[in-house]
């Protein structure tokens, strides 16, 4: 049985430069920190940093959440991320856009009002 979502990993062959990078996007630093793994724990789940793996943006696509899209993607470019596919409300008050980071993968992020943080679990 699923329990949702807990992880999810990015390939960062440039480790060092993926860190920095990730750090000032969350504007927080790793609380896992090891040569072949670095994790952020990003409101309750985690964003993985794996330097072994090759980037890409096809693949599973995951979505973090974020209150104002606009502005979290005009950060993201400001940080040297580049637009995949731009804000787009989907409905029902929901917004969701993709960047590439600037180590070639794909980084979703939604903007969701309904998303009810007590059923996480």
């Known amino acids: 049985m699923f329990l949702g979502l807990r ?3 990015y390939p960062a062959p440039d480790l060092a430069a993926a860190k ?3 750090s000032k996007v969350l504007e927080a630093e790793p609380y896992f920190d090891q040569p072949f793994y670095v994790g952020f724990n990003v409101g ?3 964003l993985g940093l794996l330097p072994t793996a090759q980037p890409g943006t096809n693949g599973p696509q995951a979505l973090w959440g974020v209150t104002l899209i606009e502005s979290t993607v005009a950060r ?3 940080l040297g991320a580049t637009v995949i596919e731009p804000v787009t409300d989907v ?3 929901i917004k969701v856009a993709a960047v590439q980071d600037p180590f070639g993968n794909r980084l979703g992020i939604i903007e969701n009002p ?3 943080p ?3 679990r």
């Open 44 to 46: 309750g789940f985690e």
């Open 114 to 116: 309904n998303f009810n």
């Open 20 to 22: 920095i990078w990730y």
């Open 91 to 93: 409905g029902e008050g």
């Open 76 to 78: 993201l470019l400001e």
């Open 118 to 120: 007590n059923t996480v």
């Open 7 to 9: 992880t999810a990993i």
